[in-house]
Nanobody
Framework: VQLVESGGGLVQAGGSLRLSCTFS????????IGWLRQAPGKEREWVAS????????HYADSVKGRFTISRDNAKNTVYLQMNSLKPEDTGVYYC????????WGQGTQVTVSS
């Protein structure tokens, strides 16, 4: 299984970014997908997850109401729409897939300037 993130970058506070996570190497719908982030000097923090069929989503309290996770099973891609970004959202964002084991992407940097 391979996961490739894209869409990170530098944005001002209050702005938006959309991250993508493209999956390959197995049956996409069999895997729940999630996002975690890691800020400099901090532990990794779970952000959001979505079930294989896309019907169930879960969010960390810190992003609820601002971030939306979705998936397009025809494109083997999960998206994380991030709105009203804050400087504390800065970090490396990793997508992961849960199946027989957990698979990780390489991460994409998100920087929110104040």
């Amino acid at each position: 299984v391979q996961l490739v993130e894209s869409g990170g970058g530098l944005v001002q506070a209050g702005g938006s970014l959309r991250l993508s996570c493209t999956f390959s190497g197995a049956v996409f719908e069999d895997h729940a997908i999630g996002w975690l982030r890691q800020a400099p000097g901090k532990e990794r923090e779970w952000v959001a997850s979505i079930s294989g069929n896309g019907l169930r989503t879960h969010y960390a309290d810190s992003v609820k109401g601002r971030f939306t996770i979705s998936r397009d099973n025809a494109k083997n891609t999960v998206y994380l729409q991030m709105n009203s970004l804050k400087p504390e959202d800065t970090g490396v964002y990793y997508c992961f897939a849960t199946g027989p084991r957990v698979y990780w992407g390489q991460g994409t940097q998100v920087t929110v300037s104040s």
